[in-house]
């Protein structure tokens, strides 16, 4: 089986805001997680990252 390429028109594509960028960064910090408990266990700079990212999300939605 061959994969498909598929081309989107990129007007098609809604623009995401920093708001979605960082909810996507912690997606994949919590997939990470899951993933790899033990790495988060000797990294506490992944917690420290994670808790940025969260009080980033918690500011910008303050504003609204």
Same mark, same amino acid.
């Given at each position: $089986?061959?994969?498909?390429?598929?081309?989107?028109?990129?007007?098609?594509?809604?623009?995401? #805001?920093?708001?979605? !960028?960082?909810?996507?960064?912690?997606? $994949? +910090?919590?997939? !990470?997680?899951?993933? !790899?408990?033990?790495?988060?266990?000797?990294?506490?700079?992944?917690?420290?990252?994670?808790?940025?990212?969260?009080?980033? +999300?918690?500011?910008?939605?303050? #504003?609204?």
């Amino acid at each position: $089986m061959r994969p498909r390429l598929y081309v989107v028109a990129a007007d098609a594509i809604p623009e995401e #805001g920093a708001a979605e !960028h960082i909810r996507n960064a912690l997606q $994949m +910090l919590a997939d !990470h997680e899951t993933a !790899h408990p033990a790495v988060w266990t000797f990294s506490p700079e992944l917690r420290a990252c994670e808790a940025r990212l969260f009080k980033a +999300l918690f500011k910008m939605n303050e #504003g609204r």
